[in-house]
């Protein structure tokens, strides 16, 4: 695979788990596909650096890449429609993107084949390359012939992925019994085994709905009923069920500069004395994990949701990665702007501004921690490296406790 241009390698990768042995992938096939035995999938927008893999029927591609542009900008929307309609009318035959095939025989064991029995009926599958991260893993868009989504299907490839799938899991069937009035999120439809591989299947969340803007006070009544599923509670910081985990999520790193200096981090953050409410969190809530439709507020990606952590991460995360990601702001200065603008962005949840800071503070620890635990920076994630703007911000701000 070192030969290959890094977009080719990865659709190597992934076609190594959906479609193994017996099963046979080819690029650039001649003539037309063998019904029943071989199935041809689009690699959109081109075969030398791909960002969809879709099935080639008209209804079916058009589908996955109206869904998988709904989340985003007006300019990606637009041309996600653009490159739908051309789908719909006919332009896989035409040449449009790359073109794969898998020829599968009789009796071999695929995810599509997997799919279909655990849910009943035949699905198509279709997935987006993404960035590198360490967390990365297929996730898949199930479709039918027709063109309707069937629903999402999640499949580790490592242990860490592994992890955070079965915590997916467990997060949705909390959340199942918790009632929730303020947010719409997925329901687990399946959660099984497939080549020693764990699969979580969920319902498609009706992200086809028109956009409505997201009043402030709108997202944060939603924040704050998932931090009080399974209630809230106020305690130390010392001592507290948190700062434990915390402690060994650190402790499990790989030795380094930046765990040093997170471990000093802790301790300075530990002898402050302070107590602070502690509940649940998504992990993750960002812009492009939700949408707000006729629907309600739309609320998926579960895979980093915990208890109990500090109140108040959920609204942290949501500012620090659409300030670096949708803004554009540099990563550095967006984290030093977490601690400084901490007592403003956490007011609509009631903390006050003492403790807001140290909530902050904790949050860029925890995040850090992340990082670290999951080998983000081996991985080539392009924020995976705490050192260079978590960590700076975290030791400036400590010094002022």
Same mark, same amino acid.
């Given at each position: 695979?070192?030969?290959?241009?890094?977009?080719?390698?990865?659709?190597?990768?992934?076609?190594?788990?959906?479609?193994?042995?017996?099963?046979?992938? /080819?690029?650039?096939?001649?003539?037309?596909?063998?019904?029943?035995?071989?199935?041809?999938?689009?690699?959109?927008?081109?075969? #030398?650096?791909?960002?969809?893999?879709?099935?080639?029927?008209?209804?079916? /591609?058009?589908?996955?890449?109206?869904?998988?542009?709904?989340?985003? /900008?007006?300019?990606?929307?637009?041309?996600?429609?653009?490159?739908?309609?051309?789908?719909? #009318?006919?332009?896989?035959?035409?040449?449009? #993107?790359?073109?794969?095939? %898998?020829?599968?025989?009789?009796?071999?064991?695929?995810?599509?084949?997997?799919?279909?029995?655990?849910?009943?009926?035949?699905?198509? %599958?279709?997935?987006?390359?993404?960035?590198?991260?360490?967390?990365?893993?297929?996730?898949?868009?199930?479709?039918?012939?027709?063109?309707?989504?069937?629903?999402?299907?999640?499949?580790?490839?490592?242990?860490?992925?592994?992890?955070?799938?079965?915590?997916?899991?467990?997060?949705?069937?909390?959340?199942?019994?918790?009632?929730?009035?303020?947010?719409?999120?997925?329901? %687990?439809?399946?959660?099984?085994?497939?080549?020693?591989?764990?699969?979580?299947?969920?319902?498609?969340?009706?992200?086809?709905?028109?956009?409505?803007?997201?009043?402030?006070?709108?997202?944060?009544?939603?924040?704050?009923?998932?931090?009080?599923?399974? /209630?809230l509670r106020r305690e130390p910081l010392a001592g507290s069920a948190y700062l434990r985990q915390l402690q060994a999520r650190l402790a499990g790193c790989p030795a380094s500069p930046d765990r040093d200096a997170l471990d000093a981090a802790v301790a300075a953050l530990t002898a402050t004395g302070a107590q602070l409410g502690f509940g649940a969190w998504h992990g993750d809530w960002t812009g492009w994990n939700m949408a707000y439709t006729s629907a309600g507020l739309l609320v998926w990606d579960w895979e980093r949701f915990s208890r109990p952590v500090p109140a108040g991460f959920d609204g942290l995360h949501y500012r620090l990665q659409s300030a670096v990601v949708r803004r554009h702001q540099p990563p550095p200065a967006a984290a030093a702007e977490c601690v400084q603008a901490a007592a403003g962005a956490l007011a609509p949840f009631g903390i006050a501004a003492a403790e807001a800071r140290l909530t902050a503070l904790l949050y860029l620890t925890d995040l850090s921690v992340r990082y670290l635990a999951d080998r983000q920076a081996e991985a080539g994630a392009r924020l995976g490296q705490p050192g260079t703007w978590l960590i700076p911000a975290i030791e400036k701000a400590v010094t002022s406790l």
């Open positions: 695979m070192s030969a290959l241009a890094p977009g080719r390698a990865r659709i190597d990768d992934v076609s190594a788990v959906l479609w193994p042995a017996p099963a046979v992938v /080819s690029s650039a096939p001649r003539g037309r596909a063998v019904p029943g035995r071989e199935r041809d999938f689009l690699l959109l927008p081109a075969a #030398g650096r791909p960002r969809l893999v879709v099935p080639a029927g008209r209804r079916a /591609s058009a589908a996955a890449v109206r869904r998988y542009g709904e989340p985003g /900008s007006l300019r990606a929307w637009a041309g996600t429609r653009l490159l739908a309609l051309a789908l719909a #009318g006919g332009g896989a035959r035409v040449g449009l #993107g790359g073109r794969l095939r %898998v020829d599968t025989p009789a009796g071999a064991d695929t995810i599509e084949t997997y799919l279909s029995a655990v849910l009943g009926h035949d699905v198509l %599958v279709s997935t987006h390359l993404g960035a590198a991260r360490a967390n990365a893993k297929p996730v898949l868009q199930l479709l039918t012939a027709d063109g309707r989504t069937a629903g999402f299907a999640k499949i580790s490839v490592n242990a860490l992925t592994q992890h955070l799938i079965r915590t997916e899991r467990r997060a949705l069937d909390m959340l199942a019994e918790a009632d929730l009035r303020r947010l719409v999120v997925p329901e %687990v439809l399946h959660h099984g085994q497939w080549q020693g591989r764990d699969v979580l299947v969920i319902s498609a969340l009706p992200v086809w709905l028109r956009r409505k803007p997201l009043p402030p006070d709108r997202l944060h009544a939603a924040m704050t009923e998932v931090a009080a599923v399974r /209630s």
